[in-house]
């Protein structure tokens, strides 16, 4: 980006942050709902916050349904929606690797929704043993996520801390069921066919729960996807582990995978969702549904029974 249009971000930026303080807002939103607001950096982030605070807080995701969340671009907008919340949630392990730039020009609190949960390195690529962010793809660390969010709504609300634990209790319960589905739908499959094969490095932690050797195209969505070496290294794992299917992200291309599947028999099954949402009507509105699509998917797959 030409440095004359940073400076035009920049104070573009500080104008409508000004504009916005001058004119009194102090986290109220403009339709002046009393309630607190909360702002997270990604669709499924904004629906677990959804489902432990109810109506008590107001949730907002700065990205789309459908939005790719590695490499987002912070707009001055997203700056004002910023300045007017009451507390950020982002996920951590790296995964919005531009939320420091959009969290330094703001004085609203902020938190990790991954707290606490233990990392899996990154296997390959340019980002080798840096933190796998994908946690929330595991039901298991799903429901850690929501013990760290309740906790969060409580310090900015304690009135609703008796809503917020038993919100989260009863949803945690929810997600922890995804999880020992899936296992006891895998149940029957071989150690040697137990390989979920993905576009994305992005079900570690999943893969490990459920007792799944994972492998991928590429490790972390990037310039360079789905190159000849990828491809060859992938088919090799499916015509060994003799899986009979493979799997893509929702929002990737997929040509690389259907090389995969056009060259070893495989089926190219789902797509699968990771970083965001689907709209109302698709397949993953909910982060529950989400995992329940992904899982069902999966198990679909390798299995070729619908669970």
Known sequence: MPNSRV????????VLVAGLLLAGCSGAPADDDPRPVVLTTFTVLADMTRQVAGDRVRVESLTRPGAEIHDYEPSPDDLVRGAGADLLIENGM?????FSRFVDRTEVPAVVASEGIEPLPIAAGEYRDRPNPHAWMSPAA???YVGTIRDALTRLDPAGAASY????ERYAGEIRAVGEQLSADLAGIPPDRRVLVTCEGAFSYLARDAGLREAYLWPVNAEGEGTPRQIAGVVG????????AVFCESTVNDAAQRQVAEETGARLAGPLHVDSLTGP???????LDLLRHDAGTIAEGLTGARP
């Open 237 to 244: 794992v499916v015509r060994d582990s003799g899986v009979p």
């Open 94 to 98: 790296g995964l919005e690797r531009w």
């Open 165 to 168: 634990a038993a919100n989260a």
């Open 142 to 144: 799903g429901a850690r």
């Open 7 to 14: 400076s035009v971000w920049r104070t573009s930026a500080v």
């Open 281 to 287: 009507d698709g397949p993953a509105p909910t982060y």
